[in-house]
């Protein structure tokens, strides 16, 4: 598969504003960005590339927010070179090593992962990943039924099975997230997942534990009352991919109504991870 490179040069390059351009950009097919002096770079699947989409994006941004690209065309034999020269090892919190398979062990740290990304996301370097995973290591997972939803990588998945959960169903909706999860387990000898391909429709009908979900905030809205149907009395639901302020809001209102009380949340760079407790009976 092909891969479109885009090199989007930004003005002015302010955090906040780069960083809702790339949520919107996940919503229309990106799936992989790396930042650059001069804005950042995304990649999307030649396939999937919209150029209608993309244009209608560009016109509804802050005419203050100057947004110019370069485009090419990146073959598929050419992304592990790309990424080998960019990813860099990991660690969360002392406790977790985040690395790569061309990396070199780091026997030190109580957990260590191995991530062969491809063109999935979720590396541990994006502040939404790295806040989950921050979240899971506080959280007891022993022996829990744990639902990873929009799994990426796997390597929400895979930490919680390395801190004792009893079995995690990884779902996705891109083939290439969910072939890239299933090698993932392989390479972190993981035998208690699970990865599905779709959406909320793929959810087994089960009583999950904890739910996982980080996504971004349109789809957690769309998905939530999913999520309450899928999770036990006095189950953890963990939510990221959404900023602090009114994305935040929106989700602690629209949970409630669904039975969760919110607990608690994390916050790196205006990026947020929420926890909330499902106190509904389900029906």
């Not at 998905?223 to 959404?242: D, K, M, N, P, V």
């Amino acid at each position: 598969m092909n891969y479109l490179e885009f090199n989007f040069i930004c003005k002015p390059a302010n955090d906040w504003q780069q960083d809702l351009f790339i949520n919107e950009l996940a919503t229309i097919g990106f799936d992989t960005f790396e930042s650059t002096d001069t804005g950042f770079k995304a990649y999307v699947p030649e396939v999937n590339f919209n150029p209608v989409e993309l244009e209608t994006l560009l016109l509804s941004l802050d005419p203050e927010f100057d947004v110019h690209y370069e485009m090419s065309s990146i073959e598929h034999q050419n992304w592990n070179e790309l990424w080998e020269s960019n990813f860099q090892p990991i660690v969360i919190q002392d406790q977790v090593y985040v690395r790569a398979t061309f990396h070199e062990a780091a026997s030190q740290f109580p957990y260590e992962i191995v991530i062969d990304p491809k063109m999935a996301f979720g590396t541990g370097h994006h502040q939404t990943t790295s806040l989950m995973m921050e979240c899971l290591l506080e959280t007891e997972l022993k022996d829990m039924l744990v639902l990873d939803m929009g799994c990426g990588t796997g390597i929400l998945s895979i930490l919680a099975s390395k801190l004792l959960a009893a079995e995690v169903v990884s779902i996705d909706n891109d083939p290439v997230c969910v072939e890239s999860t299933r090698e993932n387990m392989q390479l972190n000898k993981v035998e208690n997942m699970y990865a599905l391909e779709g959406s909320f429709q793929a959810i087994p009908d089960s009583d999950f534990d904890i739910i996982l979900a980080n996504i971004n905030r349109n789809i957690l809205l769309e998905q939530l009352e999913h999520y309450a149907r899928a999770i036990t009395q006095g189950g953890i639901l963990l939510l990221s991919g959404f900023y602090d302020g009114e994305d935040l809001d929106m989700l602690k209102a629209a949970a409630e109504k669904l039975g969760f009380s919110f607990a608690s949340y994390k916050e790196k760079e205006n990026w947020v991870a929420a926890k909330f407790i499902f106190e509904k009976v389900n029906d």
